[in-house]
C-alpha cells in the first residue's frame, strides 16, 4: 500500500501532523508512505522513522524565480519535483492542509483515495472524493488524529494512542552532541557544572542539571509579540532572582540581540545558529521555554518541555502547546481572538506584564523540580 502525506507548512503544523503520522504507521505498518513538505520544514522530517521517503516543495523559492524573470531552471526543478511526486501509485492521499495549494498536488499526485476536510478552504474540498468534518474547536493535533480515526473506523487501538499522541523528531549523534554536550560550540559558558551518572544522555549529561531557560521572542505575526524591553526584564530577572542562564533562541541573530543589549544581566544569543532538529535537541534539554505563539512553541512542547507561552490574536485551544505542564499566560479581551496579523493597539500582548509572565516562569519550574524529586 502506499500512502501520501500532504502537509506543507508551516513549523508548527508540521509539529501538529507527527502524531497522526505515527498513528498511520500504526495502522498501516508495511505501507510505504511519503510525505510532500515545503523546504522550510523539511529538517524536521530527516531520518523520520514512520516515512519512506519526504519529498520537498521549493514552492516559494519557484515563485520567486519565475517573478524575477528567471524560467528554465524554476521549470526543470518543478518538472523533477512531478516526476518524483507521481513516481509511485498511491492507493491513499491525505490533504492534512485543506488549501488550494495542497489541494492540487492531492489532485496531481493521481492518489485513487483523496481525503481530506469538508470545509471548503479556498474550494479545496472539490478535490477529494473523500471528507471528514473539520472541528475547529479541537486542538490541530486532535484533529489531524481524526483522519486516522476515520480510517481506522470502530476499532479501538487508534483512539488510545490519541490520548498519549507521539512527537518523533529524530536528532543523530552529532547534532545532538553540538547542542548538549558540555562547554559545546552553542552554549559555552551555559550549565557548565554538569554531573555524570547513571541515566544520562550524549556525553553524560544529565537534562537535571542542564540549567538554562531557552527563550523564543519572535514571532511571523507583528500581533504575537511581546515588548523587547519587557523580555530584557524577565531576562534579568530570571539571571537574578532564579540563579537560571538565558538562552535567547530564533531565526536571526538581529532581532534577539536588540534583547540582549538591554538586559543588565548575561545571556547567549543563539538567533539563526540552529537548525530545526538542534533546535528541538537544545528545547529538550532546557528547564523550561519562553515563547511567543510560534512553531518553536510547538517544537518545545512536542520534545517534552514545558513551557510559558504568550498568547494575543490567536486561540491556544486551537494551537496553543499541546499536553500537559504547560502555562498559557493570555488576556481575556472581548475582540480576541482575532486572528489579525496587524493591529494599531495590540493591547491583547501590551497589556501582559513581567510580573505575571514571571510568576508563571517560577510556578512551572518549581513544580518540575518537586515532580522531578519524587
Known amino acids: 500500500m502506499n500512502i501520501l502525506i500532504v502537509k506543507l507548512s508551516a513549523i508548527g503544523d508540521v509539529i501538529h501532523t507527527l502524531p497522526a503520522l505515527a498513528a498511520l504507521r500504526q495502522l498501516y505498518p508495511d505501507a510505504h508512505i511519503t510525505w510532500v513538505v515545503e523546504e522550510a520544514a523539511a529538517d524536521l522530517l530527516a531520518d523520520q522513522p514512520h516515512l519512506d521517503r519526504v519529498v520537498i516543495s521549493r514552492r516559494k523559492a519557484w515563485l520567486r524565480e519565475l517573478r524575477g524573470g528567471r524560467i528554465a531552471a524554476p521549470i526543470k526543478e518543478i518538472r523533477a519535483f512531478l516526476r518524483e511526486l507521481r513516481s509511485r501509485p498511491y492507493d491513499l492521499v491525505i490533504d492534512f492542509h485543506g488549501l488550494l495549494k495542497s ?3 492531492v489532485l496531481i499526485s ?16 472539490l478535490f477529494y472524493n473523500e471528507k471528514i468534518p473539520e472541528k475547529m474547536e479541537k486542538h490541530a493535533v486532535d484533529r489531524y488524529l481524526d483522519f486516522v480515526r476515520y ?26 552532541e553540538r547542542t548538549i554536550a558540555p562547554r559545546s560550540e552553542l552554549l559555552k559558558g551555559v550549565g557548565e557544572e554538569e554531573k555524570r551518572g547513571e541515566g544520562t544522555e550524549s556525553g553524560g549529561v544529565r537534562k537535571a542539571e542542564r540549567r538554562y531557560v531557552a527563550v523564543n521572542p519572535v514571532a511571523f505575526w507583528e500581533t504575537k509579540l511581546w515588548e523587547e524591553n519587557k523580555f530584557a526584564e524577565l531576562g534579568d530577572r530570571i539571571r537574578e532572582e532564579l540563579g537560571i542562564d538565558v538562552v535567547l533562541t530564533g531565526s536571526e541573530a ?7 543589549t538591554r538586559m543588565k544581566t548575561a545571556a547567549v544569543n543563539l538567533g539563526g545558529q540552529t537548525t530545526l532538529r538542534e533546535l528541538a535537541s537544545l528545547y ?7 515563547t511567543t505563539d510560534s512553531g518553536p512553541m510547538h517544537l518545545a512542547a512536542a520534545v517534552g518541555t514545558p513551557v510559558v507561552a504568550l498568547f494575543g490574536p490567536t486561540d491556544p485551544v486551537r494551537t496553543g502547546p499541546y499536553g500537559r505542564g504547560h502555562r498559557v499566560i493570555r488576556r481575556e479581551m472581548s475582540c480576541s481572538p482575532c486572528f489579525r496579523k496587524h493591529c494599531k ?8 506584564t513581567v510580573e505575571e509572565v514571571f510568576s508563571a516562569v517560577k510556578e512551572v519550574l518549581e513544580k518540575g523540580e518537586k515532580d522531578g524529586n519524587q
Do not use: H, N, W
Open 151 to 176: 480510517l481506522e473506523g470502530s476499532g479501538s487501538d487508534i483512539r488510545s494512542l490519541a490520548e498519549t499522541p507521539e512527537f518523533t523528531i529524530t536528532v543523530g549523534g552529532e547534532r545532538l
Open 345 to 352: 493597539a495590540p493591547r491583547c500582548m501590551t497589556d501582559i
Open 254 to 260: 538581529g532581532p534577539l540581540e536588540k534583547i540582549k
Open 284 to 290: 529538550r534539554d532546557a528547564s523550561l521555554v519562553i
Open 110 to 125: 493521481g492518489g485513487k483515495r483523496k481525503l481530506g476536510y469538508d470545509s471548503m478552504q479556498e474550494g479545496s474540498a
Open 103 to 105: 489541494a492540487v498536488i
